[in-house]
């Protein structure tokens, strides 16, 4: 948040502070491929969205004549082994790969964060007390968890956000804690303890900023992950349930049959990297422009 | 630094506690047993298992007896695999687990670390996107699409390989490329981030004016603050790639650690399955005690306390 960044022509009215989030979305929007990525996963998001208004067939039409049958007019995408149109099961299975997805993430980050954060900030006995409850609840046999839960609570879509999320938040933590660490020796830290600002505006507005490219690396590496394990819990029975797919597991029955039926495995395969890349290059321009020494624009 | 690190390992001891306590009585929750599967034994069958087993006992005079045999060092004995002991299993599979692992995360390491250095001296150019490109290939092939295609590439059609097995050298190649590969890109992203954070810095500037070369400039001084968070991240990743993979190991038809995990999880195989929790947890501790190590190493500001 250097002020001798701040273009005072453009902005002379702003505080120090506005003036640094609308550098940031000046500085985003320099960035095209960026601006693309964006555009490309909104329009996704809708487009999978109303997919039961537009897909071209219901997910769960068989149509047994045609079988495996290869991309072709009346099926752009082709049919799988039970001749059910494959975009339109792409387009339902994206419904619930970016509701997992986001859901699942955003619930690791509201765990991860703030605990890696304060048990960074706070170090000492503190830490390696908290530290130890993550390495603990790391070695907790996730399978078994999961097959507890279902018996529990039975096949409930929102509890594999929670199972999901509830998982992935520990090396966010661990990997926020070790920056926290780093950056709270720095001199600038010190002096705003010198000064006598406030613990949580310390921790906030001025150990946040310098952590927060790792967080927003960290999630949108999460994102990808979380959709696989979601495959993976499908297919141990929790979660989403034939007819219904999803991304992950339209890929997993896709890689099966990858030599005699490529198509099966290569859109789905396609749709998913696409996505990935346009949120991965959305998360690194983010992270440039949200760098408050990165002053290149 | 010596005290540091004799009271994180005395610390291994009440994790270790309370991790056989959580998993002990979780998997008792869990419905089925050991020996109720489609075979359908006589009940008179499974009562005399329960017996020898010990596990018509109460749940707590079990735990006690489990948790006597585990300071004596012997992890009990498998359900499913007759006439083995768990410790005969781990002995078995940790050592190809660990071999592969190794293989997979000196891949990791150095695709990664290089791909992101690259990445970060050039931010937003074809250097920067080629290497992050192919960096997040890794992460949208999963195993289960990366080994049957590597299989087929490498194996099948080219002939390179073998397809499957844990018997030549060669072996070792295409199920640490398909197991490393996610961790590359993780390692590459993380790098790439931290390392644009820390070149534009005044010490970095500093090093440049002295007339330090390039290259130790980028490792010697921007990459050991730099690999902070992938020092952090590597702990439970190395901890998580020795103790196997079940989908690179089934794929690959490798006898690891990581297939016991998941049958023994299945088959209710209590014995087995906390067994190798016990031997996860301990590693796990361990590994993130050397991370704390490398940490101040890294950065000898860090300030850690046991």
Known sequence: MKSSEIDATVSPVYTIEESFHDNAWQRLKMNRLAIVSLVFLILLSIICAIATWIAPYPYDLQNLAIGASSPSIRHWFGTDILGRDLLTRLLYGGQISLLVGLCATMVSLLIGVPYGMFSGYCGGKTDAFMMRIVDILYTLPFTILVIILMVVFGRNFLLLFAAIGAVEWLTMARIIRGDVLAVKEQTFIKAAVVLGLSQSRIIFRHILPNVLGTIIVYTTLTIPKVMLLEAFLSFLGLGVQPPMSSWGLLIRDGAEVMESHPWLLIFPGIIFSVTLFALNRLGDALRDALDPRFNKT | ?306
Request: proline share 6%; with cysteine.
């Open chain 2, 1 to 306: 630094m010596l005290k540091f690190v004799a009271r994180r390992l005395l610390q291994i001891v009440p994790v270790l506690l309370i991790v056989i306590t959580i998993t002990f009585f979780l998997i008792r929750l869990a419905p089925g047993g050991p020996f109720t599967d489609e075979k359908k034994y006589p009940p008179e069958v499974i009562e005399c298992r329960n017996a020898y087993y010990g596990l018509n006992d109460s749940l707590p005079m079990q735990y006690l007896h489990y948790l006597g045999n585990v300071v004596k060092g012997n992890l009990g004995p498998c359900l499913q695999y007759r006439n083995r002991t768990v410790n005969e299993v781990i002995k078995e599979t940790f050592p190809i687990s660990f071999e592969l692992g190794c293989w997979a995360m000196i891949y990791a390491l150095a695709l990664g670390l290089v791909f992101g250095i690259i990445a970060a001296l050039r931010p937003n150019t074809l250097l920067d996107h080629i290497p992050m490109a192919a960096a997040m290939t890794g992460i949208c092939l999963p195993a289960f699409v990366l080994g049957p295609l590597l299989i087929l590439v490498f194996g099948l059609w080219l002939g390179l390989f073998n397809a499957s097995g844990w018997e030549m050298a060669t072996d070792r190649i295409l199920p640490a490329i398909t197991l490393g590969s996610v961790y590359a890109a993780y390692i590459a992203r993380l790098s790439r981030s931290s390392m644009l954070e820390i070149l534009p810095m005044d010490y970095i500037r500093t090093a440049r004016a002295k007339g330090a070369s390039e290259l130790r400039v980028i490792v010697c001084h921007a990459l050991k603050n730099a690999a902070i968070p992938v020092v952090s991240f590597l702990g439970p990743a190395f901890a998580g790639i020795v103790t196997g993979s079940f989908v690179v190991e089934t794929i690959f038809q490798i006898p690891g650690m990581g297939k016991m995990f998941v049958t023994a999880a299945f088959n209710r195989d209590y014995f087995l399955l906390l067994g190798l929790i016990v031997f996860y947890a301990g590693l796990l501790v361990a590994l993130n005690l050397i991370v704390d190590i490398v940490l101040v190493w890294l950065n000898p500001k860090i300030k850690i306390e046991a």
